[in-house]
T-cell receptor
C-alpha cells in the first residue's frame, strides 16, 4: 500500500530558530499533499494544501510566512516553521494520496512532534 | 463554518462488547466520510469510509452508518479488543474537494 514517510519524528528547537519537516511519498507520486497540526487531546486541524510546482493554499488563520511550504517534486513536500515559539509546539502530520484504493489512497505520515523551548 | 463534531469525547467498553462511536457533521454538501483510528504519537489510520449515496457499509468487525437526514455518522466495532483502544475521528470531504476535515475525536478505552 501507499506509504508516506515523515522526518524527523521528533525535534526540539530553541525559540526563534526555524525547523524543517519533510513529508515523502515513498511508492507513489503525489501532486497534492496536506499538512495538519494537532495539539494535545485535540483534533487534526488542516493548515494548508501543498501543490507540486505551485504555491500552497493556506487555511484561514494560518500564517503563510510563518509556515513555509515547498512542494518541489512529486514525492516531497516540506514544512518549515520559521522563528518558532513555544506556542508552535505541536504534532505536525502530513498526508498524501496515490489516487487509488480505499480512501482514494489517502495516507498519513507518522507525524512530527515539535517542541520549542 | 463547516464542522464535524462528536457527541462523546470518551467511551469505555468491556472487552468483547460492541462499541458505538457517534459523529455529527454540519456540511450537507459533504459527500464522502471516513473514520480514522489514531494511536498515541502516530498518524491517523484509515478504518472505513462511506459515500453519501450509501447508508451503511461493513468492513472487518467495523460498520459505518450514515444518516443524511440528521447529518449523523456512527462507527460500530464488534467484539471490541484491547488493541482497539485509541482515539477515533470521523472526517469528511466535500463534493469535488480533496481536503479532509476532521471531527473532535472520541477516545475509546477497552477494559480487559
Amino acid at each position: 500500500g501507499a506509504v508516506v514517510s515523515q522526518h524527523p519524528s521528533r525535534v526540539i528547537c530553541k525559540s526563534g530558530t526555524s525547523v524543517k519537516i519533510e513529508c515523502r511519498s515513498l511508492d507513489f507520486q503525489a501532486t497534492t499533499m496536506f499538512w495538519y497540526r494537532q495539539f494535545p487531546k485535540q483534533s487534526l486541524m488542516l493548515m494548508a494544501t501543498s501543490n507540486e510546482g505551485s504555491k500552497a493554499t493556506y487555511e484561514q488563520g494560518v500564517e503563510k510566512d510563518k509556515f513555509l511550504i515547498n512542494h518541489a517534486s512529486l514525492t516531497l513536500s516540506t514544512l518549515t516553521v520559521t522563528s518558532a515559539h513555544p506556542e508552535d509546539s505541536s504534532f505536525y502530520i502530513c498526508s498524501a494520496s496515490s489516487g487509488t484504493g480505499d480512501n482514494y489512497g489517502y495516507t498519513f505520515g507518522s507525524g512530527t512532534r515539535l517542541t520549542v523551548v | 463554518g463547516e464542522s464535524v463534531g462528536l457527541h462523546l469525547p470518551t467511551l469505555s467498553v468491556q472487552e468483547g462488547d460492541n462499541s458505538i462511536i457517534n459523529c455529527a457533521y454540519s456540511n450537507s454538501a459533504s459527500d464522502y466520510f471516513i473514520w480514522y483510528k489514531q494511536e498515541s504519537g502516530k498518524g491517523p489510520q484509515f478504518i472505513i469510509d462511506i459515500r453519501s449515496n450509501m447508508d451503511k457499509r461493513q468492513g472487518q468487525r467495523v460498520t459505518v452508518l450514515l444518516n443524511k437526514t440528521v447529518k449523523h455518522l456512527s462507527l460500530q466495532i464488534a467484539a471490541t479488543q484491547p488493541g482497539d483502544s485509541a482515539v477515533y475521528f470521523c472526517a469528511e470531504r466535500g463534493t469535488g474537494g480533496f481536503k479532509t476535515i476532521f471531527g473532535a475525536g472520541t477516545r475509546l478505552f477497552v477494559k480487559a
